[in-house]
Every structure is written in C-alpha cells, then in structure tokens.
C-alpha cells in the first residue's frame, strides 16, 4: 500500500468518526432537553402544590377562594386584599407556565391540561372586575394571552 492509499483509509475513518461524534452529540442534546423538560414540570410542581394543599387544608383560605369568585364585594377589606394576593400568586404561576410553553419547554399536552386551571380562574366575575389593575404587574404578551381568553369566553 502506498501512502497515498493510507491517506484515503484514514479520511474514510475519520469520516465514520465525525458521523459517529454528531449522532453523539444530537443524542445527548436529546437528552438534555427531555430532563430540562422534566425539571420544568417538577418545577410548576413546585409552584402549584403547595397553594392547592393549603386549600385543602385550611378550610378559610377554600371560603376565601369561594367567597372571592361569587362575592367579592360582601367580604371585608382583608379578605379582599388576600383574594387579590391570592389571584396574583395564581397569576405569576400560570405566567410562568406560559412562558415555558412559549419557549417550547414542556409539551403542549402538559400545557393544555394546566391551561385549564387558569381558565377557571378567569371566569370569576371577581377576577374581570380586577383584571384590568392585575394585568399591570404581568409580561405584556401573557396579558394579550389573558385578553383573547377572556374575549373567547365573553
């Protein structure tokens, strides 16, 4: 064998290399991605749990919630300033769940059966009557996300 022989053998292997690397490489993208997909359920998880279990639990904080979205109006100054700080946790965490869905972090089916929670939330005359002073403090394209929710609902 010539030289010129061992060269061809050598840039035939290192081409089998290369292809080798790159199925590695996309593999451990692959990866990657589906952990940090996991990571981010764990985390809404994370966020979800622990308001949910305190509802409950605590049996003020579920009149809160009922008396809030049938009847603001008739509850003390509090008790409304809890319901609004109530809807602004709901808000922040959905907000954040919304931007993972954006970003295409989590996988559309999670979202849909998430989504509904923050539909329920919407529906509340007490939150229509607020939505206007809570869409303040939110990222503007998940207040256009809110408004075309509301608007298909009315």
Do not use: C
């Amino acid at each position: 064998m010539t030289l010129g022989d061992w060269a061809s053998i050598a840039t035939i292997v290192q081409g089998i290399f290369v292809i080798v690397s790159i199925g590695f490489i996309w593999y451990q993208l692959r990866e990657n991605t589906r952990l940090a997909r996991a990571a981010n359920i764990q985390q809404l998880y994370g966020f979800f749990m622990p308001i949910h279990l305190q509802e409950i639990q605590d049996s003020s904080l579920a009149q809160l919630v009922v008396q809030g979205d049938k009847a603001y109006d008739e509850m003390n100054e509090i008790d409304q300033w809890r319901y609004i700080k109530f809807l602004h946790y709901h808000l922040n965490a959905y907000e954040y769940l919304h931007q993972l869905w954006e970003e295409r972090l989590i996988e559309p089916g999670i979202y849909a059966t998430w989504i509904h929670g923050l539909e329920n939330i919407i529906i509340s005359p007490a939150f229509v009557h607020h939505w206007p002073t809570l869409k303040k403090t939110l990222e503007p394209r998940y207040v256009k996300y809110i408004d075309q929710l509301l608007a298909a609902r009315s």
